[in-house]
């Protein structure tokens, strides 16, 4: 297992094009979390999933963000209709958890959004 | 609200000089702390949570409940500690569980 994997590390796309990323997460993790991260700036919460369910969608995600796991392994985070200000890295990280034992992240390397 | 402070973007040190990163959160709750590290052109990783209670790479830190701090700590800093650090908490909050980070800090350790 070559741990968290990414694709495509970097995506270049016009303004209103749709873009779909996608993440491998390491094989036994149960939860999956995205991150958008700006220069200068921290990661920054937009969702995460327990197995193939998704728990949690930041309050501040628009609706053109929407993102899927659908068998409990791999999850895409699909942006619609992308604008400028989409222009990110996009990070996702695993984690397995049991009980109550909140449980490391193991980070991708990340995929560039740039939106010309 | 659930906030994780990191109120210096930057901080440049000699070698050998005593290293401290500031964290300080906002949280109802018990959260559990972390310190995430991301070397150049490495992806982040955890450099270590509170719970453990570990020494890793000469770092330490110390969660104060009264203070809401989490403080991360290096008697000597080396130069390969030049990385980007980036606070972080979880807990159950509304019945789930997420990551908040702070806005990183950048250590400088000059030769």
């Known amino acids: 297992d070559t741990g968290v994997s990414q694709d495509p590390r970097h995506k270049i796309t016009k303004r209103g094009q749709n873009v779909t990323f996608r993440c491998d997460p390491i094989?036994?993790?149960?939860?999956l979390y995205w991150y958008r991260q700006t220069l200068g700036q921290g990661p920054e919460f937009l969702t995460y999933?327990?197995?193939?369910?998704?728990?949690?969608k930041s309050r501040l995600l628009s609706d053109r963000f929407s993102a899927e796991r659908p068998k409990g392994s791999f999850s895409t985070l699909e942006i619609q209709r992308t604008e400028q200000g989409d222009s990110a890295m996009y990070l996702c990280?695993?984690?397995?958890?049991?009980?109550?034992?909140?449980?490391?992240?193991?980070f991708g390397e990340g995929s560039r959004l740039t939106v010309l | 609200a659930q906030r994780v402070t990191q109120p210096e973007k930057l901080l440049s040190v000699f070698k050998g000089a005593p290293v401290e990163l500031k964290c300080n959160y906002s949280?109802?709750?018990?959260?559990?702390l972390f310190w995430y590290v991301q070397y150049s052109r490495q992806r982040l990783q955890l450099l270590l949570r509170?719970?453990s209670r570990e020494s890793i790479k000469g770092f330490t830190a110390d969660l104060n409940k009264g203070e809401t701090s989490f403080h991360l700590k290096k008697p000597f800093a080396q130069e390969e500690d030049s990385a980007m650090y980036y606070c972080?908490?979880?807990?159950?909050?509304?019945?789930?569980?997420?990551?908040?980070f702070g806005t990183g800090t950048r250590l400088k350790v000059l030769a």
């Open positions: 972080a908490l979880s807990g159950e909050a509304s019945g789930t569980y997420k990551y908040i």
């Open positions: 999933f327990q197995n193939e369910a998704q728990l949690e």
């Open positions: 509170h719970i």
């Open positions: 094989s036994e993790h149960n939860r």
């Open positions: 949280y109802s709750g018990s959260p559990e």
């Open positions: 990280a695993s984690s397995f958890v049991q009980g109550a034992n909140t449980g490391e992240l193991f």
